[in-house]
């Protein structure tokens, strides 16, 4: 119940292609759906994050698809490029104070030039 | 403000001896995560603290492994003895609710090899 399981593990796009990565998860009770993205030697940073009361929310290139019903979530990123490889990890939980954050297994990206 | 401070940033032991990772969380935040990070696992979150109190810590893998949260501004993981199969990257995360938001802020992390 406490899963999420995202996929793929790893992706090849090409400059200017669309990246997409998907995570589902099984715990009705989340609410807050972040993504955070990972460049090598450096921690997670929070991305782009959505709330289940929306199908989905853009900033930029970066696009979150949300369908309740089938408890799945979506990052889409637009126009990639080679500046956006590196880690993807989406994540879950209920959005209170101090609540831990489930994360999937993460997808390496790399946007070929 | 600096973010969150994790050091030492890499640490080489031996099997058997103790270490001792360290973390500062963002100033005025009240909820502090330790994670752990390898090709293998992923993310695995490992304990939290909420106001100093540990909240969860199920996902601290053996008793080898403890933390400690003695003030708001300080945390410790210590593991003690260590083991090759310990060797990972270590974040500290800290997130704080009072602007509305529920972000982690993550720290550069502590890189663990133990031989």
């Known amino acids: 119940q406490q899963q999420v399981k995202q996929s793929p593990q790893s992706l090849i796009v090409q400059k200017g292609g669309i990246s997409i990565i998907n995570c589902a998860y099984e715990?009705?009770?989340?609410?807050?759906f972040p993504w955070y993205q990972q460049f090598p030697g450096k921690g997670p940073a929070l991305l782009i994050a959505?709330?289940?009361?929306?199908s989905e929310k853009k900033e930029g290139r970066f696009t979150i698809s949300f369908n309740k019903s089938a408890k799945q979530f979506s990052l889409h990123i637009m126009d990639s490029q080679p500046g956006d490889s590196a880690t993807y990890f989406c994540?879950?939980?209920?959005?209170?104070?101090?609540?831990?954050?489930?994360f999937g297994k993460g997808t390496t990206l790399s946007v070929s030039s | 403000d600096a973010g969150v401070i994790q050091s030492p940033r890499h640490e080489v032991t031996e099997m058997g001896q103790e270490v001792t990772l360290r973390c500062k969380p963002i100033?005025?935040?009240?909820?502090l995560f330790w994670y752990r990070q390898t090709m293998m696992r992923g993310l695995e979150l490992l304990i939290y603290?909420?106001?100093?109190?540990?909240?969860?810590d199920s996902g601290m893998p053996e008793d080898r492994f403890s933390a400690k949260m003695p003030n708001a501004s300080f945390s410790t993981l210590k593991i003690q003895p260590s083991e090759p199969r310990d060797s990972a990257v270590y974040f500290c995360?800290?997130?704080?609710?009072?602007?509305?938001?529920?972000?982690?802020?993550f720290g550069p992390g502590t890189r663990l090899t133990v031989t």
């Open positions: 959505i709330r289940p009361d929306v």
């Open positions: 995360a800290s997130s704080g609710a009072w602007d509305g938001a529920y972000e982690q802020y």
């Open positions: 100033s005025g935040h009240n909820s």
């Open positions: 715990n009705t009770a989340f609410d807050y």
């Open positions: 603290f909420n106001n100093n109190v540990p909240i969860d």
């Open positions: 994540a879950a939980s209920k959005e209170q104070a101090g609540t831990a954050l489930i």
